[in-house]
């Protein structure tokens, strides 16, 4: 997008802003794990989750943060993690492909294919296989999660793709979100030597995000979300590319950075130095519930739904071992994390 028309659109944008106002409402979750042949509980402890979803424009917000209405949706992200198993086979028969369709069921693409009502934006963790060719087993979920993106293109769901199809974005109103994958990296950092490196790789995911702010989004000031599987608490992602990011989207007005992986949360960051923190938001497992976010013109709303859980005792449980611990869900949700913050 060139500069002429990088000023028309910041016009159009302040006109309709001032007329209209951003109203901006989604879902976002992550680590849905589908599992086969162990574990399949699991997967309707996620079902269960996505029945809640469609019917979340019958609840408000908590009290603590205005107890406002839901708004319909615009559509639902999942940050990775979306299957367990990225390359398994047994006995010739790929449980790979069999939890990918559990998932595909489930989800859906454009909130009539699938059990959730709304459309679907995902991107692949270090669960979601290597990258398309790297694979063992015969199937690819990358592959797979390629040909969504390509079909989100077609259906203008989308407007930017990566060369990849790996990574992309788009706009609700006038805020722009980006899906940039496992970690907005082009590679996995060298210092890293825990991980693989071909599991972990982010393919470009960085590259992608500077040409997109740029062609996107310019000198506009518009709001910015950012969306990977992991975020600042992951050390597969080096702290030295952590700094490499910040200083990518320090021009622009990044008011969220969503990402699952590692637990449920608020948190903010900089590196050190830096006064100007970005909001972070830690989306945590679908079985266990969503955050509701609400971007206006002038705050951020959001919060956690999730499942009220009975946690019991065993009588093999001490202080320091929880794997023993037996949940038991009550048929009922609460909200957790309530933020509401003034955006620019």
Known sequence: MNKTALLITAIITVIFG????????FIATSDCHYDYPENEDRNERTRKTLRHINEITNINFP??????????????????????????????????QIQWMYYEADFGLNGTDGLLNYPIYDTFGN???????????????????????ILRLEK?????LSTNNLHYSWDWDDVHFVMVGIYPANVQNPLVKRYSPVWHNPQGALDFLKYDLEQKVGTS?????IMSHCGFDTDWWHTNDWRELYETVKPYNVILYLYGHTGTGLKEWAPPGESTKIQC?????????FFVVNITNKKITAAYRIKHWIIEKTPEQNATNVKNQKR?????????????????
Do not use: A
Request: net charge positive; aromatic share 6%.
């Open 156 to 160: 203008k769901m989308i407007s930017n």
């Open 63 to 96: 009290k603590t943060i205005g107890g406002e209405k839901i708004d319909t949706p615009r559509g639902v992200v999942i940050l990775g993690d979306l299957i367990d198993d990225g390359d398994r086979c047994t006995n010739k028969i790929s449980i790979t």
């Open 221 to 225: 000031k518009r709001p910015v979300v």
């Open 328 to 344: 038991t869900w009550d048929g009922t949700y609460e909200w957790k994390f309530p933020l509401k913050k003034t955006i620019k």
């Open 281 to 289: 938001i830690n989306t945590g497992q679908t079985e266990n519930g």
């Open 127 to 149: 669960h979601d296989g290597p990258p398309e060719g790297t694979e063992k087993c015969g199937f690819s979920v990358q592959s797979k999660l390629k040909q969504r993106n």
């Open 18 to 25: 001032n007329c209209f106002g951003r109203d901006v409402t």
